[in-house]
């Protein structure tokens, strides 16, 4: 019995692993792949605010893909596709979904299913980070994390997906220092 419980303990773990490996290996989203610099994506201009103080004082210039792709995550339109470079890396992704996000949560619950199928069990739950916050899901691999999350908006409840890598982030944040 007893070998039973650690095999698949060990199965188990194995395949969680697994599925965050994957997240790992895509390092990034689309064509968008961390540690390219920005005369190596097409389609993409500095976002219209980017000399912001925010930006500035952590050393973040931040692009807005503009192509004619018109992205979709499973079956949920893209509004926006943010791609923030520190030291002309591209470290962070955000990605403005439109779904609409009733009582239910039914389109979020869905997207979250399939980043459960695609990248397996949550690693952790987003802790409130603002008053406007409304839930988030984390998937934490070795080299990349994904945030699927709700904020509340002046004008919509709007979902997101920030994905970044670990190390580039931990680079960019070293700076500020």
Same mark, same amino acid.
């Given at each position: 019995m007893k070998k039973i419980v650690i095999l698949f303990l060990l199965i188990t773990?194995?395949?969680f692993s697994q599925d965050l #490996?994957?997240?790992d290996y895509n390092n990034g989203?689309?064509?968008f792949k961390f540690g390219l610099n920005p005369e190596q994506i097409a389609n993409i201009e500095k976002y219209p605010n980017w000399d912001d103080d925010y930006y500035k004082s952590?050393? &973040? &210039?931040p692009y807005s893909y503009n192509g004619s792709n018109s992205y979709k995550i499973f079956n949920s339109d893209i509004d926006y596709i943010q791609l923030n470079f520190h030291k002309n890396k591209l470290y962070y992704i955000t990605i403005k979904v439109l779904i609409k996000l009733d009582d239910n949560f039914e389109e979020y619950n869905y997207l979250k299913k399939e980043l459960y199928i695609l990248f397996g069990k949550i690693t952790k739950t987003h802790a409130e980070v603002s008053k406007n916050f409304i839930t988030g899901e984390i998937? #934490?691999?070795?080299k990349v994390t994904l945030e699927l999350g709700v904020y509340k908006s002046e004008n919509a409840d709007e979902c997101y997906i920030n994905i970044y890598s670990n190390v580039l982030l931990l680079d960019q944040r070293k700076g500020q220092f």
């Open positions: 773990s194995i395949s #490996d994957f997240l989203y689309k064509q952590n050393n &973040i &210039i998937w #934490d691999g070795k």
